[in-house]
T-cell receptor, first 115, second 113 residues
Framework: NAGVIQTPRHKVTGKGQEATLWCEPISGHSAVFWYRQTIVQGLEFLTYFRNQAPIDDSGMPKERFSAQMPNQSHSTLKIQSTQPQDSAVYLC??????WGGGEQYFGPGTRLTVL | GDSVTQTEGQVALSEEDFLTIHCNYSASGYPTLFWYVQYPGEGPQLLFRASRDKEKGSSRGFEATYDKGTTSFHLRKASVQESDSAVYYCALSEYNAGAKLTFGGGTRLTVRP
């Protein structure tokens, strides 16, 4: 079990460029989550998928951010026209339980720096 | 909406000291409560969880008891070690609000040898 895999570990973009972050959940897990971690805001929920279907995107900024899960083995978080305030560590997690109360297994995160 | 409050932002202790990190929550339903620990360069990892009033969760010498009356889930350890230095997060999830975790602000624990 390799755990949740996130690539790249670090990404630097210029203001206005696009960033795509990848997540490979633990095999067999039905739920995939994205969180953002900053010093100021802490750990914030962005969005989650259950069996590849988007269930809750209440934490996603309405503009420029989108997430997809085209198959059970990976999910992507895309940020268009990146801004300095998007700089953060983006964490992906997966869970075998797709309802409240289940343990979520986190990847190491992708540190995004927008210059 | 749901929220989690951790009183201590930073805690500095010496080895063998007693640790308490306070966690209080606000939720509309009956949440499951968690303690996660995060080491540098890694994602948070579960310490333990509790789902019912008066249930005690424990792992690696850490423990916390779900108290619905005071809406609290305080983390305690009788004797900390240098290797316990990390950031600790209290979190909750509610069945009727989906599976997402709502985290507290985190507490950075530093243990001096």
């Amino acid at each position: 079990n390799a755990g949740v895999i996130q690539t790249p570990r670090h990404k630097v973009t210029g203001k206005g460029q696009e960033a795509t972050l990848w997540c490979e959940p633990i095999s067999g897990h039905s739920a995939v989550f994205w969180y953002r971690q900053t010093i100021v805001q802490g750990l914030e929920f962005l969005t989650y998928f259950r069996n590849q279907a988007p269930i809750d995107d209440s934490g996603m900024p309405k503009e420029r951010f989108s997430a997809q899960m085209p198959n059970q083995s990976h999910s992507t978080l895309k940020i268009q026209s990146t801004q300095p305030q998007d700089s953060a560590v983006y964490l992906c997690a997966s869970s075998a339980r797709d309802w409240g109360g289940g343990e979520q297994y986190f990847g190491p995160g992708t540190r995004l720096t927008v210059l | 909406g749901d929220s989690v409050t951790q009183t201590e932002g930073q805690v500095a202790l010496s080895e063998e000291d007693f640790l308490t990190i306070h966690c209080n929550y606000s939720a509309s339903g009956y949440p499951t409560l968690f303690w996660y620990v995060q080491y540098p360069g890694e994602g948070p990892q579960l310490l333990f969880r509790a789902s019912r009033d008066k249930e005690k969760g424990s792992s690696r010498g850490f423990e916390a008891t779900y108290d619905k009356g005071t809406t609290s889930f305080h983390l305690r350890k009788a004797s900390v070690q240098e290797s316990d230095s990390a950031v600790y997060y209290c979190a909750l999830s509610e069945y009727n609000a989906g599976a997402k975790l709502t985290f507290g602000g985190g507490t950075r624990l530093t243990v001096r040898p």
